[in-house]
């Protein structure tokens, strides 16, 4: 360490990526023998800051927080220094501020009209208007004359954003340096000595701030980190109007050397995480201090969970930087849970998740209901939503059971859970009310407090119970933090949506502690790295894509406008990037460099900057040999099992024999065993089924559909309930896209019907424009925050590639009809199902509909009709939406296809229409428009506007009308029996059955059927 004074009470000095903070934390503590309270030391990152503090306590020199620190957090200290009133918007503030200046001026613009979209332009306008602050950008002036529409649209929030920011006397984090800058400027005794290392090419609040500072403090010395750009110098500091002093031969050449250096490559990402874990365990057994051993990489919310895994596999302790995100607890998703439940309006399966959280007050629960109950009877009762809805169905329901002289047990357990949901819901009913969000919260955390949220239920060990406390103190803080007062007041409120948007948002960035080991290896990101110094660094993932990042700096701007307003382009990004890289490796006396030649799902290609260690003396290396893991474990009890060995370790003998006797025996051959749905006349569970199946319970053709293809498809979903999967497309389940595609037709339609309109050629346009504010209007329900979602969005409402998007291939399709006389008249016509309020046909009956089997048994069903068109004289097309494939007149036939023909017994009976013709209506991005399917073959002629396809001979369609009667009353027979037997022929499994992995179908049980003929043939199972 240079022991040496500085020669000027205010001075500039070179540093290069390899100056360690050494000599600026010696001035600084010279500096604070005059004034200790007003003598600042400034580092680029809380991690070195917290370290220097710590390094200087362990010398027996206690620091207080506040004089090593950041440059924001020195903004911030001395705002609230000097007025503790000043307000400085917190993320989440300036994101609801600009969401709400979307909504203001959604009108006018172009690119803000979707509220769909608001959540993730919000945070990409937020990182936007960050740069703008930072950088001191004239938006959109900046850009010339040749500005396009995006550019005004964007220039427009911006300008209301900075204004209300004015209006309300508040600062965003670039605006606050602005502000300690003007501080000084009026307050000049707040600096005494100053000491600022190692900020890298400062933007230029940053740099307005420092030279405040330079200019205030009686004692200033800037260590400035300085690397020539390719061409010209980089930033030399001359802004800061210091003497500086010369520049150091050493700062020139800066190059990676006076270390050792070693790179090694790996075939794959998990082999690197491996070989860089097995390289810390074996340090650490001969005899290196784990703190002296730190990894990084280039993203390490990417990396960390991969080293994570290996770690805690192999047995080092560790501590990190970083966490897993907050969302990640139970208590939070649990809690986020509650959002979802009154922000979706109270559906089954939300109720159902509330129901099943382990963090509800036990004295909340009532009677013996368990969640499964409550959701079977709420599906049964034909609650789909709705707060409303669950009184008048259960009741309703109650009043059915009864007529039906359903056994008491059973109508108890109905009026349990109706009062399960009545109680839940005075609970949470507050919530429904928009209000300014810190009334809101005040209102959440009562409820989740009714709840029992904040008394965590007993844990299993005590790591788990703190993990438990951990995410429900981040919550709390959370909380806390939305609960401030608004700085907008009570100008705006917030609903259920719109707060568990902005918890969500909230929690985005939020961690919860992983590795706590104080004593562990240290796991940190790059740019954390700055002054730090260990014996040992892993620098991992060392690959193209993630350095040097080149994406583009701005989001919603291209190149050629980032030159244009001279923000950061991606050259200067890349030099950023190359300086903490040659940071990063002057902090330790060894390193390791590596990279994967894959991650699994694609090559990856080692970054430029590995070239170049190389070039400057750095050596190939073998990877170590990596240590046995459970994971290896696993895999070697595998080989054991394949051997027709019994593994030893981590297996108990009995399950392994359980679950080969399942395989090999139990599914093997004809499907006779409960594993294949064939439930025995023994069986504890017959009796409880035949309650829930038989001509007492009410059926809906799609499950009847299900039943006939697959009988264990049809237990698994209605008799187990089971739930599907959360799928990973961003898009949601097929079924979540075709409920959206319903729930806009049947408002666009019967708005029209309603006003005496029908859909004609000559109103084109007006019924496009309606139905795309009506699919936005749906969109608003359901906010969707990802660009996947928008983008198909687009399509689906105005095309891609200059063709018309679904809405209007419907609308061609609609305008082929308009000479027919058959119109449009019933939407979403529903029988036995509770009334969905506005969203059913007002003519719906709630009442399940009985109708006579040909073998004289009463079956009762429930439906909901998408579409029926009438004639004045009663004839009528019934017409159900398709948005994937769908059946065929063979398997109308056949009987795997009930829906049609069940609909029209169903409309003849409740309406006294005439059902003529059953059609399915295509719609999708491939086609659009009605296939008639079932008819009576003397009407083809008068529905020929539905394209009739197939041949049916005259009385053959009442006989197909009948047959579905007959089918139906034969597979509730098979149920009842407690025969749910797999699909007899798996080539007709549908694609997307969400079973698949968990009958004989999944792939790996199909792979071994190759060689042992496992799957029987449909004869064979008797
Ligand atoms: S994959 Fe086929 S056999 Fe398995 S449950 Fe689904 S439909 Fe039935």
Redesign the pocket.
């Known amino acids: 360490m240079n022991q040496t004074k500085p020669a000027h009470q205010k001075s500039l000095q070179y540093i290069g990526p390899e100056t360690p903070p050494d000599e600026a934390l010696h001035s600084f503590l010279n500096l604070r023998e005059e004034a200790p309270l007003s003598t600042f030391l400034v580092v680029p990152t809380s991690r070195l800051a917290r370290s220097l503090r710590n390094q200087l306590l362990r010398q027996g020199l206690a620091i207080p927080e506040p004089c090593i620190t950041t440059l924001p957090e020195l903004a911030e200290f001395l705002i609230h220094q000097y007025d503790s009133n000043i307000r400085i918007l917190r993320k989440q503030e300036t994101a609801l501020l600009i969401r709400k200046i979307l909504q203001e001026q959604k009108d006018k613009t172009l690119l803000f009209q979707s509220k769909s979209a608001w959540g993730r332009q919000s945070t990409e306008l937020q990182k936007l208007f960050s740069i703008f602050s930072y950088r001191q950008v004239q938006f959109p002036e900046g850009l010339g004359n040749n500005r396009s529409e995006k550019a005004e649209d964007l220039g427009l929030i911006w300008k209301r954003y900075s204004q209300v920011l004015s209006e309300l006397g508040c600062f965003d984090r670039a605006g606050m340096l602005l502000q300690a800058a003007s501080i000084l400027q009026k307050k000049s005794d707040l600096l005494k000595g100053v000491v600022i290392y190692g900020l890298f090419e400062p933007s230029s609040a940053e740099q307005d701030f420092i030279q405040a500072i330079v200019t205030q403090s009686s004692h200033c010395i800037v260590y400035h980190p300085f690397i020539q750009k390719n061409s010209g110098n980089g930033d030399d500091g001359t802004w800061l109007n210091l003497p500086p002093e010369p520049v150091l031969e050493k700062i020139k050449n800066s190059q990676i050397r006076e270390n050792h250096i070693t790179v090694i490559q790996h075939s794959d990402t998990t082999t690197e995480m491996q070989a860089i874990a097995t390289a810390c365990k074996n340090l650490i057994k001969s005899g290196t201090n784990p703190e002296q051993i730190a990894v990084s990489f280039p993203d390490l919310s990417a990396g960390m969970p991969l080293l994570e895994e290996v770690f805690q596999d192999i047995g080092v302790l560790y501590s990190s930087s970083t966490g897993r995100p907050a969302t990640s607890s139970p208590v939070v998703v649990a809690t986020l849970q509650i959002c979802s439940l009154v922000s979706g309006s109270y559906t089954p399966e939300d109720v159902h998740a509330v129901l099943t959280s382990p963090y509800l007050n036990n004295s909340f629960r009532i009677g013996q209901i368990d969640a499964g109950t409550v959701d079977r009877l709420a599906h049964e009762a034909g609650v789909i939503q709705g707060g409303n809805q669950w009184k008048k169905g259960l009741n309703h329901f109650i009043e059915s059971q009864e007529k039906q002289n359903a056994p008491s047990a059973a109508i108890r357990r109905i009026e349990q859970t109706l009062s399960y949901f009545e109680h839940l819901h005075e609970i949470t009913r507050p919530l429904e009310t928009k209000t300014p969000p810190a009334e809101y919260v005040r209102k959440f955390r009562e409820v989740l407090e009714k709840l029992g949220f904040f008394d965590l239920p007993p844990a299993p060990d005590t790591s788990i119970a703190e993990q438990e406390q951990e995410g429900l103190d981040t919550l709390l803080l959370v909380l806390a933090d939305l609960a401030r007062p608004a700085p907008f007041g009570d100008k705006y409120t917030v609903g259920p949506s719109d707060f568990k948007s902005l918890l969500l948002q909230s929690l985005a960035g939020r961690k919860l502690p992983v590795g706590k080991h104080s004593h562990g290896v240290e796991i940190l990101g790059i740019r954390e790295l700055q002054g730090l110094s260990f014996e040992h660094l892993f620098l991992g993932r060392i690959t193209e894509d993630l350095i040097p990042k080149r994406s583009s700096p701005l989001p919603w701007l291209n190149d050629r406008e980032t030159a244009e307003l001279g923000t950061l382009q991606k050259s200067d990004l890349v030099r950023e990037e190359r300086f903490y890289f040659q940071r990063a490796c002057h902090s330790a006396k060894n390193i390791t460099l590596s990279y994967a030649n894959s991650d699994g799902k694609g090559t990856l290609i080692p970054s430029v900057l590995i070239a170049e260690a190389l070039s400057c003396g750095a050596s190939e290396t073998e990877p170590p040999e990596i240590i046995d893991s459970k994971k290896e474990e696993s895999m070697a009890a595998g080989r054991a099992l394949a051997a027709g060995e019994i593994p030893t370790g981590l297996y108990n003998p009995h399950s392994v024999a359980r679950r080969i006797f399942i395989e090999a025996e139990a599914r093997t051959g004809p499907c006779t065993s409960v594993f294949d749905g064939t439930i025995s006349e023994e069986s504890e569970t017959l009796p409880d089924l035949k309650e829930r199946t038989g001509y007492n319970h009410v059926y809906s053709p799609t499950a009847l559909e299900i039943y006939a293809?697959?009988p264990?498809?049809y237990f698994?979903r209605y008799l187990l309930r089971l739930k599907q999967p959360e799928t990973e497309d961003p898009l949601g389940s097929p079924a979540r896209r075709g409920e959206q595609i319903h729930e806009i037709l049947f408002r666009y339609l019967s708005d029209i019907r309603q006003n005496g309109m029908v859909i004609k050629k000559e109103n084109h346009m007006d019924n496009l424009t309606g139905l795309i504010a009506t699919a936005h209007a749906c969109a608003e329900d359901v906010i969707i925050d990802d660009p996947v979602v928008n983008v198909w969005f687009e399509h689906f409402t105005t095309g891609k590639n200059g063709t018309p998007g679904i809405l209007e291939q419907f609308l061609f399709s609609e305008e082929e009809r308009e000479d027919d006389s058959f119109i449009p008249t019933l939407f979403e016509y529903s029988f036995g199902h509770t009334q969905r309020s506005g969203r059913c046909d007002p003519r719906s009956d709630e009442n399940p509909l009985s109708l006579q089997s040909p073998e004289g048994h009463t079956i009762l069903l429930s439906g909901s009709i998408d579409r029926v068109d009438c004639t004045p004289e009663g004839k009528a097309v019934v017409l159900d939406y398709k948005t994937g494939s769908f059946a065929k007149l063979s398997d109308i036939k056949k009987g795997t296809a009930l829906q049609l023909p069940l609909y029209m017994a169903a409309l003849r009976e409740r309406t006294g229409l005439l059902p003529i013709c059953g059609a399915y209506y295509a719609i999708s991005e491939k086609e659009c428009g009605p296939k008639a399917i079932l008819f009576a073959p003397e009407e083809r002629d008068n529905i020929r506007g539905y394209h009739p396809s197939g041949k049916i001979e005259p009385g053959e369609f009442e006989m197909l009308i009948t047959s579905a009667l007959k089918h139906a009353d034969e597979m509730i027979g098979k149920a009842q029996e407690g025969l749910f037997p797999?699909?007899s022929d798996?080539s007709h499994?549908?694609s997307y059955?969400e079973?698949?992995t968990i009958?004989r179908?999944d792939p790996l049980r199909l792979l071994e059927s190759e060689q042992f003929n496992m799957i029987p043939k449909a004869e064979e199972k008797k």
């Open positions: 293809v697959c264990l498809r698994f797999l699909s798996l499994c549908p059955c079973f698949s009958c179908k």
